[in-house]
């Protein structure tokens, strides 16, 4: 299908899945260029209802009904073969996409593609970039994977030819992609549910790369080895950064007593200018620097970077600090990695604070699984370790993993560490142990910020 078909705004389009953070963002696309929208998803959200308010017709369970007079649909990677509405489409012939295909026709409308990929920091890093590129009034398109203030949401419609997305790897769907610049984190081994292993991994991210035209660029985080090597590949300009390594280097690294740095930044032996980041941790500044090196690939002037980057307080459900009672800081994270989950942490030890109690609900029984020993070794900046357990997304139990075999890893491993199977009993022993001084963090890709909420709302 070429991209000519989106050219017809009378077109409907039926997304399966619709509730999802970037399946919302593309339907509220279609919708504010005037297309019919309808969408189906297993239950009512604030994403859900948004579109609604916007036009779509929002179904919610899935059924053949929901298919009605659809010119195309579009489908998550959530869902399977025995769809009854995918099932339904096939059986109309109806054109059908998967989202990242879907959305690949969408970047190929655009000049200026951004893509963000890497295991971690994609939705930070595509939050820092998209405040430079609005505070150098670039007027981009913007696709997020989480809410930011400054747009109000997960998307943006803009009416340049600069489109900013991130690009997840999960079953090689930025394979599909269009990307001008590419952006490249780091590295490592994740969702091995679809992978074999880390080199099957990195050779999915080489592919990625050879996608880049020759006059674009690839940006690449140059303290990563396994990212670094895949610039070997590339056939267009690079731009490493890092701390220790690359082309654009943070010198003088200064943290202030909220754990959030200021520091100098370099093109190799000449200084550029000074940054104040408003968000705590190492590994935003390393997210920092891959803004920083792709807006300069893009020409944006320094006062953008600096004041983009300044204004940038978080994207929600990344280190947001969600209330304080009591003396006690209710912080919340997504972190679901280990690699994640240690960066967390340490930007917590560096936030004042007496003791940390750290809640963290694992994320699918595949993740939990394969990375059991990276997790086990991950939570030694926690005081206390609550575990919930596993949040099952996608998957089904298949009783070969369970949060309390986790638990006595982790146990085993000198961490106090305590299991308990819902969230109205976590809140419960929370409310009696935490005292004034106290960080409440809650940890993880589920539903476990509600661990925090509760907590706010028993004790205020």
């Known amino acids: ?63 053949t009904n929901n298919i009605k007079d ?53 939705t930070t890093t595509t939050s820092m970039i998209s405040h430079i590129t609005l505070n150098a009034d670039l007027d981009p398109t913007i696709l997020v994977g989480g809410n930011l203030d400054i747009i109000n949401g997960n998307v943006r419609v803009g009416s340049s030819e600069y489109f900013i997305t991130e690009a997840c790897e999960y079953k090689a769907s930025f394979l599909k992609f269009y990307p001008t610049v590419g952006i490249i984190l780091n590295i490592e081994a994740d969702h091995l549910d679809f992978y074999k292993d880390i080199n099957d991994i990195q050779n999915t991210f080489i592919k990625f790369a050879k996608l880049i035209p020759k006059d674009g660029s690839l940006v690449v985080n140059a303290d990563d080895p396994r990212a670094l090597d895949v610039c070997k590949e590339a056939d267009c300009n690079i731009v490493t950064f890092g701390i220790k390594n690359g082309d654009i280097r943070a010198k003088n690294i200064v943290f202030n007593t909220k754990g959030c740095p200021t520091f100098d930044v370099y093109n190799k032996d000449e200084k550029l200018f000074t940054v104040i980041l408003n968000v705590p941790g190492e590994h935003n500044i390393l997210n920092s620097l891959a803004s920083i090196s792709t807006a300069l690939v893009l020409n944006v002037d320094k006062d953008s970077i600096i004041n983009g980057l300044s204004s940038f307080l978080g994207t929600h459900r990344r280190f947001e600090i969600k209330g304080k009672t009591n003396g006690i800081t209710v912080i919340d994270d997504y972190a679901h990695h280990p690699t994640e989950i240690k960066a967390t942490l340490n930007a917590a030890k560096n936030f004042p604070h007496k003791r940390i109690f750290c809640v963290f609900q694992p994320h699918t029984y595949s993740r939990t699984i394969s990375l059991f020993d990276d997790f ?19 998957e089904k139990d298949t009783g070969i993993v369970s949060s309390n075999s986790l638990g006595n890893k982790i146990r085993g491993n000198g961490v106090d560490c305590k299991n308990f199977h819902n969230f109205d009993d976590i809140t419960t022993y929370l409310k009696e142990e935490l005292k004034d001084g106290d960080i409440l963090l809650t940890v993880g890709a589920g539903d476990v910020y509600k661990v925090g909420e509760m907590f706010l709302e028993k004790t205020i």
């Open 70 to 122: 659809v010119d195309l649909v579009v489908y998550t990677a959530a869902i399977s073969e025995d769809n009854p509405e995918l099932i339904k489409a096939k059986e109309l012939n109806i054109p059908i996409l998967d989202r990242a295909e879907f959305l690949g026709h969408i970047m190929n409308g655009h000049k200026y593609n951004l893509a963000i990929s890497g295991t971690h920091g994609k």
């Open 1 to 63: 299908m070429s991209f000519d078909f989106l050219k017809d705004t009378q077109k409907k389009i039926h997304f399966i899945g619709i509730g999802g953070v970037s399946m919302s963002g593309l339907a509220e696309i279609l919708l504010y260029n005037g297309y019919k929208v309808s969408g189906s998803d297993r239950s009512n959200s604030i994403l859900t209802t948004n579109l609604e308010k916007k036009g779509a017709e929002i179904y919610i369970g899935h059924s």
């Open 376 to 394: 086990s070794n991950a939570f030694f900046n926690a005081d206390t370790l609550i575990l919930a357990d596993i949040y099952a997304a996608r």
